[in-house]
């Protein structure tokens, strides 16, 4: 067993935060962002979520919720990469969180089975606290790739209310751009994710806005909390629903101020599965 497996939710939680913010959470009275969703790590816990973080099973759910039409469509799930496939695709691992490939031609295949095979090997995110992970089978799934440029529109929600949405473009550059709007489509120049450029956002309009806002509200009905991420590419498509964006650790200015943005009920703790 790892020295990570070997530790408790909570110490997972403490050394990932002592590590990356150079701090402990405040688990007793969380207020900003990232303690916020350590909380939710330890006490907000359902089968639900081993659904949600299962990239093939989670298709299943989004779909009795918004219909399939919002689902890429599926070309293959497999224990391991399949040859043979007509090109282009997305190739995904169902049991973690980043493990995509863009398969354009074989070459990219030949380049993506090693990388695949050792993340389907390992348990995701026994080091960051992030536990519904291991609960999920190792597979991995093939969807149709959508047309360039994607464009990220990512729902931070709360109690099933979109609280902001986090814009962002611009992946392939090597420099990620990002803006965050409110609900009602309002550009802020709040930043969140340091790691990306801050940068006058890419709004897609009033009724694409309506649509996309729809679909994120009715996937988030029932979570505490759940960023909903979706496309817009001929309507609406799902991309996946994260609990815990980049583990809770985020380091702008404006982590505090997304923190009192949540307007989150943390008033009871679930027991821990």
Partial sequence: ???????????????????????????????????VIQWLKLYDQTPEHVIACDKYAVREWVAE????????????????????????????????????????????????????????????????????????????????LMPEPVIDYK???THGKVRWVQVIWDRDSGQPKEA???????LTDLHMDHKMVHAPGVYPGDDEWSELTEVAETLAEGWRYVRVDLYYVMGVKFG???????????????????????EIDLSHKRKPL
Avoid at 14 to 27: H, K, V, Y
């Fill in 1 to 35: 067993m790892s020295a990570a497996r070997s530790l408790s939710l909570e110490d997972q939680i403490n050394a990932l935060c002592r590590n990356r913010l150079g701090r402990l959470p405040n688990l007793v009275n969380p207020r900003g962002y990232n303690d």
């Fill in 240 to 262: 996946e629903l994260t609990f815990w964006p980049l583990s809770g650790s985020y380091k702008t200015d404006d982590e505090p101020t997304f923190g009192r943005m949540l």
């Fill in 65 to 144: 919720r918004v219909g399939e039409g919002v689902l890429n469509r599926l070309l293959y799930v497999a224990d391991e990469p399949l040859e043979g496939v007509p090109t282009p695709y997305m190739l995904k691992a169902t049991h973690d969180s980043g493990s995509t490939y863009r398969i354009r031609q074989e070459a990219d295949l030949v380049e993506a089975i090693p990388k695949l095979r050792e993340k389907l090997g390992r348990v995701y995110g026994a080091h960051k606290g992030e536990w519904a992970y291991s609960f999920v089978k190792p597979r991995v799934i093939a969807e149709e």
């Fill in 180 to 186: 965050i709007f409110l609900p009602d489509g309002t």
């Fill in 155 to 157: 729902f931070h929600c």
